[in-house]
């Protein structure tokens, strides 16, 4: 963000589940511009990554690596794998659900929609009189975390629910940013479509997606008129390193630098950080008299905090930036000014959410916010210190 110039000691700080921190090493590797995608080296770079991905997502299969927004793969997945006139099941739980029945709609399936008011999870007993409605549907699909309310569907559960019922329907799973946040396995937990981006837990600049299908899913051929969308041609290229189309190359050298470093530390030890700062973060909440968003299922991606009664919720946006040049993204629609998403995701440890959560405290005592116990200072922080006491590392 653009600091006004009398505020020289501003140092902006965005804790957004997307863009997240980009680490130096995915920096400078994306820097090296003398780089040609149609080289051996390139291929074997390309395949490696693909290869890591696979490790990382479970997947059956070597996943694409597509050069698009997040959205961009969950288009590739409803392209790819429905025809026009397909019955879907579609989870809506916020933005992000609505973004898939959008893609329904706009790709003319006929979609039965569990559409489930924003801060709570589905559930196998929500999702089964919408089940009830459907005679054979194509395919089911719910975001892991619906990132626009900070909740995380228990899709494992939901999964099995549609599959109990439907065996042949495919399971799609927009699992963008919940990848290496929270453990997946697609082979073991049953999915036949993984999508997940770049910016996400990746911790890179945005422009990659990343798309996994199973077996079944991959011998899905939809008759739609697809070009830059194409599975069986991406598929079939990728396999040897080669994208259909000139790739982000340096984001996918970026990207080989984020998946050594996921494997040297261990996929578990990724997964066990955003654990336990979420964790501690939502330890925080009560200490400074706030409310956790999510009535259940909270995602170890961010934080949804309801904003308290008194505060405006967007004056309290505008102070952390202006004040602090933290940027902390807040609800979208009916949200808009109720909620901040206080995001862990990617590469951050205790020290970036001491960061966001102080910055927090300063501005809700500007704004004359007192909390539970008469004051805001130092409360969240103190509390979120002792969540991760005896802890270390991260
Ligand atoms: C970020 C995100 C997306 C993708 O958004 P893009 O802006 O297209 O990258 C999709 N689904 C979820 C759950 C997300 O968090």
């Avoid at 019922?165 to 479509?193: N, Q, R, W």
């Amino acid at each position: 963000m653009q600091q006004p110039r009398s505020e020289p000691f501003i140092k902006p700080r965005i804790f957004s589940p997307g863009p997240t921190p980009v680490l130096d090493g995915a920096k400078f590797a994306a820097f090296d511009s003398e780089v040609y995608h149609r080289s051996d080296d390139f291929y074997e770079l390309h395949l490696k990554c693909a290869r890591q991905l696979q490790s990382i997502f479970g997947a059956e299969k070597l996943p694409v690596i597509l050069t698009c927004s997040g959205t961009g793969g969950l288009e590739a997945a409803m392209v790819n794998l429905t025809d026009p006139g397909d019955e879907v099941i579609v989870v809506n739980g916020g933005k992000f659900g609505e973004r898939w029945e959008k893609l329904a709609d706009h790709y003319q399936c006929k979609a039965h929609v569990l559409k489930i008011e924003p801060g709570t999870a589905a559930t196998a007993d929500l999702l089964a009189p919408v089940l009830e409605q459907a005679h054979s549907p194509k395919a089911f699909f719910v975001q892991a975390n619906e990132t626009s309310t900070g909740v995380r569907h228990p899709v494992r559960d939901l999964a099995n629910a549609v599959k109990a019922k439907f065996p042949d329907c495919l399971i799609v799973i927009d699992a963008i940013s919940y990848l290496i946040a929270h453990p997946l396995d697609m082979a073991t937990e049953g999915y036949d479509c993984v999508i997940s981006a770049s910016q996400k837990g990746f911790g890179l600049n945005p422009g990659l997606a990343f798309v996994a299908m199973s077996q079944r899913a991959s011998a899905v051929q939809s008759t739609r008129p697809k070009f830059y969308f194409d599975w069986a041609r991406e598929v079939a290229g990728q396999s040897k390193g080669r994208s259909a189309w000139t790739p982000a190359i340096g984001l996918i050298q970026g990207l080989s630098f984020v998946l050594d470093r996921i494997e040297s530390v261990g996929l578990e030890a990724v997964i066990e950080n955003h654990q336990r700062l979420a964790n501690a973060v939502r330890a925080a909440l009560p200490a400074m008299g706030l409310k956790l968003f999510p009535r259940s299922h909270p995602s170890n991606a961010l934080t949804a905090i309801k904003v308290p009664d008194g505060v405006d919720g967007l004056q309290l946006q505008q102070r952390l930036q202006e004040g602090y040049g933290v940027t902390i993204p807040g609800g979208q629609d009916e949200l808009k000014g109720r909620i901040i998403r206080l995001s862990n995701l990617g590469f951050m440890n205790r020290f970036d959410l001491l960061h966001g959560l102080a910055a927090v405290e300063f501005s809700l005592n500007d704004l004359g916010y007192s909390g539970s116990s008469g004051a805001v200072l130092g409360r969240g922080v103190q509390a979120f210190m002792q969540a991760l006491s005896g802890t270390s590392g991260s």
